[in-house]
Protein backbone atom coordinates (compact mmCIF):
# COMPACT_ATOMS: atom_id res chain seq x y z
CA UNK A 1 0.00 0.00 0.00
CA UNK A 2 1.38 3.24 -1.09
CA UNK A 3 1.03 5.93 1.43
CA UNK A 4 -0.02 9.99 -0.13
CA UNK A 5 2.19 12.39 0.35
CA UNK A 6 2.38 16.07 0.00
CA UNK A 7 4.26 18.23 -2.35
CA UNK A 8 7.23 19.11 0.33
CA UNK A 9 7.52 15.18 1.50
CA UNK A 10 7.65 14.63 -2.21
CA UNK A 11 10.04 17.11 -3.26
CA UNK A 12 11.79 16.09 0.33
CA UNK A 13 12.28 12.29 -0.60
CA UNK A 14 13.30 12.96 -4.44
CA UNK A 15 16.26 15.42 -3.43
CA UNK A 16 16.94 12.41 -0.81
CA UNK A 17 17.01 10.31 -4.31
CA UNK A 18 19.92 12.52 -5.68
CA UNK A 19 21.36 12.28 -2.08
CA UNK A 20 20.70 15.86 -1.07
CA UNK A 21 19.78 16.59 1.87
CA UNK A 22 17.22 19.32 2.88
CA UNK A 23 15.36 20.76 5.65
CA UNK A 24 11.51 22.23 5.71
CA UNK A 25 11.78 25.67 7.08
CA UNK A 26 8.59 28.30 7.53
CA UNK A 27 8.64 30.82 5.76
CA UNK A 28 6.96 33.45 7.53
CA UNK A 29 8.94 32.35 11.37
CA UNK A 30 11.78 30.31 10.26
CA UNK A 31 11.39 27.50 12.13
CA UNK A 32 12.70 23.91 10.84
CA UNK A 33 9.46 21.91 10.05
CA UNK A 34 10.26 18.04 11.06
CA UNK A 35 8.76 15.92 9.98
CA UNK A 36 8.58 17.71 6.19
CA UNK A 37 4.83 18.97 5.89
CA UNK A 38 3.03 21.66 4.16
CA UNK A 39 2.20 23.73 7.23
CA UNK A 40 4.30 25.10 9.92
CA UNK A 41 3.55 23.57 13.22
CA UNK A 42 3.92 27.18 15.22
CA UNK A 43 2.02 29.26 12.89
CA UNK A 44 0.53 27.56 10.17
CA UNK A 45 2.11 29.43 7.46
CA UNK A 46 3.85 27.64 4.23
CA UNK A 47 7.32 25.67 4.32
CA UNK A 48 10.07 26.06 1.88
CA UNK A 49 12.95 23.15 1.34
CA UNK A 50 16.39 24.69 2.15
CA UNK A 51 19.35 22.59 1.00
CA UNK A 52 22.23 22.28 3.94
CA UNK A 53 25.36 21.38 1.94
CA UNK A 54 27.48 20.25 4.33
CA UNK A 55 25.18 18.88 7.17
CA UNK A 56 26.85 18.95 10.83
CA UNK A 57 25.31 18.15 13.91
CA UNK A 58 26.01 16.84 17.44
CA UNK A 59 25.65 13.18 18.36
CA UNK A 60 23.22 13.28 21.29
CA UNK A 61 23.59 9.06 21.99
CA UNK A 62 24.93 5.87 20.19
CA UNK A 63 24.89 2.18 20.12
CA UNK A 64 26.26 -0.50 18.69
CA UNK A 65 24.36 -2.96 16.99
CA UNK A 66 25.78 -7.15 16.07
CA UNK A 67 25.17 -8.16 13.19
CA UNK A 68 26.13 -11.01 11.10
CA UNK A 69 28.03 -8.68 8.79
CA UNK A 70 29.63 -7.30 12.00
CA UNK A 71 29.25 -4.22 14.49
CA UNK A 72 27.70 -1.62 13.09
CA UNK A 73 27.71 1.94 15.27
CA UNK A 74 23.91 4.12 15.02
CA UNK A 75 23.60 7.86 16.38
CA UNK A 76 20.92 10.29 17.36
CA UNK A 77 22.18 13.02 15.69
CA UNK A 78 20.56 17.05 16.62
CA UNK A 79 21.15 19.30 13.45
CA UNK A 80 19.09 22.59 13.85
CA UNK A 81 16.43 20.82 16.31
CA UNK A 82 15.89 18.29 14.08
CA UNK A 83 16.46 14.69 15.25
CA UNK A 84 17.93 12.45 12.81
CA UNK A 85 18.93 7.82 13.43
CA UNK A 86 22.00 7.70 10.88
CA UNK A 87 25.03 5.31 11.02
CA UNK A 88 28.18 5.94 11.81
CA UNK A 89 31.65 5.52 10.16
CA UNK A 90 33.34 2.47 11.58
CA UNK A 91 35.92 5.09 11.83
CA UNK A 92 33.92 7.66 13.89
CA UNK A 93 35.42 6.93 17.58
CA UNK A 94 31.47 8.33 18.96
CA UNK A 95 31.46 10.49 22.33
CA UNK A 96 27.83 12.65 23.19
CA UNK A 97 27.82 15.60 22.28
CA UNK A 98 30.70 15.56 19.65
CA UNK A 99 30.23 17.44 16.10
CA UNK A 100 29.66 15.06 13.06
CA UNK A 101 28.76 15.96 9.38
CA UNK A 102 26.75 13.92 7.13
CA UNK A 103 28.63 12.21 4.49
CA UNK A 104 25.25 10.15 2.78
CA UNK A 105 22.24 9.92 2.56
CA UNK A 106 19.49 8.63 0.16
CA UNK A 107 16.81 6.03 -0.49
CA UNK A 108 17.41 2.85 -0.04
CA UNK A 109 16.16 -0.09 -2.19
CA UNK A 110 12.86 -0.35 -0.27
CA UNK A 111 12.65 4.09 -0.22
CA UNK A 112 13.23 3.92 2.63
CA UNK A 113 15.87 7.11 4.09
CA UNK A 114 19.29 6.64 5.26
CA UNK A 115 21.74 9.32 6.94
CA UNK A 116 25.35 8.17 7.55
CA UNK A 117 27.70 10.51 9.36
CA UNK A 118 31.41 10.86 10.51
Known amino acids: MKLK ?13 DHRFVIPY ?7 V ?14 KLKRIKAPQGH ?7 YTICGPVMFGVIDIDGIKLV ?3 RPSTMPQVGMSVKMVNCGL ?3 DTPFYEFE
Open 5 to 17: CGLIMKQFLRCLK
Open 26 to 32: CSRCGSP
Open 34 to 47: WPPVEKCYNCTFKV
Open 59 to 65: LIEHTTA
Open 86 to 88: GSL
Open 108 to 110: SSD
